[in-house]
């Protein structure tokens, strides 16, 4: 996660020269923001405003907002941003107090939204929510503001619209990601890898390769994907080099299929009934990007082995073997360490100590014929120096 800006930065990115005074606009003249980087995915148009409305409901907590108001009323410092656009003025910030106003002011748009819950509000309340505060101002006046805001400020979106916001400034506004970080405070380089991770969704989804919205958890983890494309074995499985993230299109046209393969493995399908293997960033992508380094690892999840069983397969017999000659070792080394105050004289416990002894002489006798059957010149050196030592 980015690191917070600090209070200089905080008070530069929010101060904003007004072009007028805050004025009163109708509540009926204040449009939802159909290119809100939350709804993203989503692909309204400015008439889907109860569409809108229903996923802020459902999906931003307006509920909260809905009750503080009924509560305490609307602050009057609580400004709504807006831009005109097609003759309509577009609320930009301020989304989910716009939303709340509108409920409490409609019982019919409640009903068609699903929201339940919304109290009753008494008339004098009703009427001083009729009109609200609004600066007007154009996208990219406001680009700072919101970016510092939601992307690294106090009010965080989730990694997805953060990423979508990043990619429309640098796309529609000109401005390359370095200005981006520096404007709103990022000192950790989140603004890069957002944007590479949402360049390489995107590709995704225009080859055909993956559609978000099959994604098999509800809320959609995009942070595996732009994490993930931080890690060399999974940047090699796609063939992307350091050049290529300043394309459009920066997996190579001949590595789509992996693409594809990439994000059921990272987000799974619910069409295709499909869980996917990275559950949690740790361990589950580092183990991924590990597989994707070798051709049995990769095989492996080609045919549908757990993660955990590819990973074994990647690593093969040698490695696993010392691996888990270190862990016994250690193991044992922690039981000895208890005996004197945790060992009370148990029969269950000192048979299963029996055993482990005659496990490990069975793994030396085993490692020893094989170390006499191969004549390895440096174990037959050693036993001879042993033997000399006697």
Known sequence: ??????????????????????????????????????????????????????????????????????????????????????????????????????????????????????????????????????????????????????????????????????????????????????????????????????????????????????????????????????YSGIQQFLGIKPEDWTKTNPVPKERIPQLGELCLWLFGSRLRETRPMVMSQNPDLRSLDEVLRTKDGYAALRAKLPLAVALKVSRGDKTLLREAIIQADQSLREALGYIPTGYGGEIDIFERAKGIHSLAAAIRDEMSRFNERSAAPSFVRRKKGEGDAH
């Open 1 to 230: 996660m980015p690191r917070k800006a600090d209070q200089s930065k905080v008070k530069d990115a929010l101060r904003l020269e007004p072009p007028v005074a805050p004025k009163p606009v109708s509540v009926e003249d204040l449009y939802l923001d159909p290119k809100n980087p939350r709804l993203a995915e989503d692909n309204f148009g400015i008439e889907d405003q109860v569409q809108i409305l229903k996923v802020l409901w459902k999906e931003r907590a307006v509920n909260e907002i809905v009750n503080s108001i009924a509560a305490s009323g609307y602050w009057p410092q609580e400004v709504l941003f807006a831009v005109r656009e097609g003759g309509k003025l577009v609320v930009v910030e301020g989304n989910r107090r716009l939303s709340a106003v509108k409920l409490l002011l409609s019982r019919d748009l409640q009903r068609e939204v699903g929201a339940t819950g919304v109290p009753n509000i008494v008339k004098s309340l009703r009427e001083s929510l009729l009109h609200l505060p609004v600066m007007e101002y154009t996208r990219e006046e406001l680009w700072e503001y919101v970016g510092f805001k939601h992307v690294n400020g106090p009010q965080d979106w989730d990694s997805i619209a953060k990423a979508e916001y990043i990619a429309r400034v640098h796309r529609d506004y000109g401005h390359d990601l370095e200005k981006i970080a520096n404007t709103i405070g990022d000192d950790n380089a989140t603004v890069k890898r957002l944007y590479k991770g949402f360049t390489v969704l995107q590709q995704a989804e225009r080859a055909g390769v993956f559609d978000r919205k099959d994604s098999w958890k509800k809320k959609f983890p995009f942070s595996h994907l732009w994490t993930g494309l931080g």
